[in-house]
């Protein structure tokens, strides 16, 4: 378990999809827009847990344009679960994986509302929304290019 969240808890830290969503809505609506994002991003990523310990990699073999959202997050966890693991261990595995979920986007979500933030944020909106909209763009653009030609 604890390999396991070596490579969970950094990946989680690191900037990505779910971290700009919770920082945008947090900075451009406030507080409880950014725990409300954050709790749907953890209940995503509960369920991500969920469907890589449970087996269910074969469904995500089958639906490529499902595969792209749990790649990473699903064999993080595949590797880690053997038929010998028990199923508590399993349940604890994905509770904590919630938890810190949880945890780290509300951090981030009532820092980044915070008052003199939000003052920083309105000064420069302009360009912080442009570079958020060119990484959605990118991610999009790469998942596009996984679904259209997969195994490359």
Do not use: N
């Not at 763009?137 to 996984?146: A, E, K, L, N, S």
Request: aromatic residues 14%; charged residues 10%.
């Amino acid at each position: 378990m604890i390999s396991v969240f070596g490579i969970f808890v950094p990946a989680l830290i690191l900037p990505g999809p779910d971290f700009v969503a919770v920082v945008r809505s947090s900075m451009t609506r406030g507080t409880r827009a950014g725990l409300w994002t954050t709790l749907g991003v953890s209940i995503c990523l509960g369920l991500y847990a969920s469907l890589s310990l449970l087996g269910l990699s074969a469904v995500l073999v089958k639906y490529q344009w499902l595969a792209w959202a749990v790649r990473l997050f699903t064999s993080v966890f595949a590797t880690s679960v053997t038929s010998t693991t028990p199923v508590w261990l399993m349940a604890v595995m994905i509770g904590l994986v919630f938890a810190a979920a949880l945890t780290w986007y509300s951090i981030a979500s009532v820092f980044m509302s915070s008052a003199p933030v939000r003052r920083r944020f309105t000064r420069a909106r302009h360009w912080i929304e442009r570079a958020a909209g060119v990484v959605f763009v990118g991610i999009g653009g790469r998942i596009f290019w996984d679904a259209r030609a997969p195994g490359l």
